[in-house]
């Protein structure tokens, strides 16, 4: 258990809808990142929420936006659903500070867009 | 555009054989993690290393951080049914606190 929650387990759109994504961190951290991964391959970096501010994109469009609360929880938002959208979606939070960071993923969100 | 290439891709083995997985890239990385997923769960880190040259143990795991920073392996002794699962290594590079993570190494021990 890495005290990392994800909502919700699995979801099923339709190709241009819109979805809503949540993560709420372990206690104590403060950094919440959000990755997307493809069957079979390693996760891609989304982009990175650091004291309610992005701090750090991966190559996504500008229909991936994201949301950090005062809470340290976090929202990942995908407008213009496409079927290439269909991923794991992993959340994984932080402590930034001194120091090399250890990320502690959820279980993951699986988006299936038809 | 950072690209961490793992090798290999898929790798079946017997129960008690050993096995190395490489990491590799052509950028420098300040600090270097390993992380092993099962299905339907998100990664778990095993280790960070952050030194060229660096060596570390966890159990029957060995790590080590390539000379240069650009590359990294794991070894598994002895590997056992419960190592089965998908490695992954991830790297951060100097001034960001973003990892980028590899393409994965499918890993099945049969017994």
């Known amino acids: 258990e890495t005290g990392v929650t994800q909502s919700p387990t699995h979801l099923i759109k339709t190709r241009g809808q819109q979805v809503t994504l949540r993560c709420s961190s372990q206690s104590g951290h403060n950094t919440v990142s959000w990755y997307q991964q493809a069957l079979g391959q390693g996760p891609q970096f989304i982009f990175q929420y650091y004291r309610e501010e992005e701090n750090g994109r991966g190559n996504f469009p500008p229909r991936f936006s994201g949301l950090q609360f005062p809470n340290y929880s976090s929202e990942l938002n995908v407008n213009a659903l496409e079927l290439d959208d269909s991923a794991l979606y992993l959340c994984?939070?932080?402590?930034?500070?001194?120091?090399?960071?250890?990320?502690?993923f959820g279980s993951g969100t699986q988006l299936s867009v038809l | 555009t950072q690209l961490l290439e793992q090798s290999p891709q898929f790798l079946s083995i017997q129960e008690g054989e050993n096995l190395t997985v490489y990491c590799n890239s052509s950028s420098v990385f300040s600090s270097l993690q390993w992380y092993r997923q099962e299905p339907g769960e998100g990664p778990v880190l095993l280790v960070t290393v952050v030194t060229g040259g660096e060596v570390k143990k966890l159990k029957r795991l060995t790590f080590q951080f390539g000379d240069a920073r650009k590359d990294s392996s794991l070894h598994i002794t002895a590997a056992q049914p419960g190592d089965t699962g998908l490695y992954l290594c991830a790297g951060a590079t100097s001034g960001t606190y973003k990892y980028i993570f590899g393409t994965g190494t499918r890993l099945k021990v049969l017994a």
């Open positions: 994984a939070s932080s402590l930034r500070g001194r120091g090399n960071e250890k990320l502690f």
